[in-house]
C-alpha cells in the first residue's frame, strides 16, 4: 500500500481484506517518491487501521514495490520495461515473501485513475494464481 495519502478507501480496503483472512499483512511502500514521505504515510496508515485487530503492518523494502523491482511505478513510463519489472516484482512476493508469511491472499482495488497499477495488478492476477513451484495466492478486488 502506497497510502499516499491513507484514505477512507484505504481503511475500507483494508476492513474487507481483515475480515476475510485469519490474519492481514500490510505492506508499505518504502520508496520516498510520493507527495506525502515515507514515515508520515507509515503514521497515517497505522492510525487508520487502529481497531483492526488482525493485521501487521510492515514496513517496505528494496524488493517489495520499490524502484529496484518496478521503477515504471514510480516513472509513470509505460511499455514492456514495466510488464518485465512487474513480472519481477510478482514473482519476488509470490517465490519468497508469501510462503515466509504464510500469504494465501492478495487484496487491490480497482485503480481507476492508474492505468500502469491496474496492469500491474492484472499481471498479478495471472501470475499469483497460476499454478508453479509456489502456491498460487488467491487475488481479490474491490471497486471504490
Given at each position: 500500500m502506497n497510502a499516499n495519502p491513507f484514505t477512507l478507501g484505504h481503511r475500507w480496503l483494508v476492513e474487507q481484506a481483515a475480515q476475510r483472512c485469519d490474519w492481514l499483512h500490510l505492506f508499505v511502500v518504502k520508496e520516498d517518491a510520493s507527495f506525502f514521505r515515507y514515515r508520515d504515510r507509515v503514521a497515517l496508515i497505522e492510525q487508520g487501521i487502529a481497531g483492526i485487530a488482525n493485521v501487521t503492518l510492515h514496513p517496505g523494502s528494496?524488493?517489495?514495490?520499490?524502484?529496484?523491482?518496478?521503477?515504471?511505478?514510480?516513472?509513470?513510463?509505460?511499455?514492456?520495461?514495466?510488464?518485465?519489472?512487474?513480472?519481477?516484482?510478482?514473482?519476488?512476493f509470490r517465490e519468497r515473501l508469501a510462503p515466509a508469511l504464510g500469504v494465501t491472499h492478495r487484496f487491490v482495488g480497482s485503480e481507476p485513475l492508474c492505468e500502469l497499477t491496474r496492469r500491474y495488478n492484472q499481471r498479478?492476477?495471472?501470475?499469483?494464481?497460476?499454478?508453479?513451484?509456489?502456491?498460487?495466492?488467491?487475488?481479490?478486488?474491490?471497486?471504490?
Open positions: 528494496a524488493y517489495l514495490i520499490s524502484r529496484a523491482t518496478f521503477p515504471g511505478y514510480f516513472l509513470k513510463d509505460k511499455g514492456v520495461v514495466d510488464d518485465c519489472h512487474s513480472q519481477i516484482d510478482l514473482q519476488l498479478m492476477r495471472q501470475l499469483l494464481e497460476a499454478p508453479g513451484d509456489a502456491p498460487a495466492i488467491q487475488v481479490l478486488s474491490w471497486r471504490g
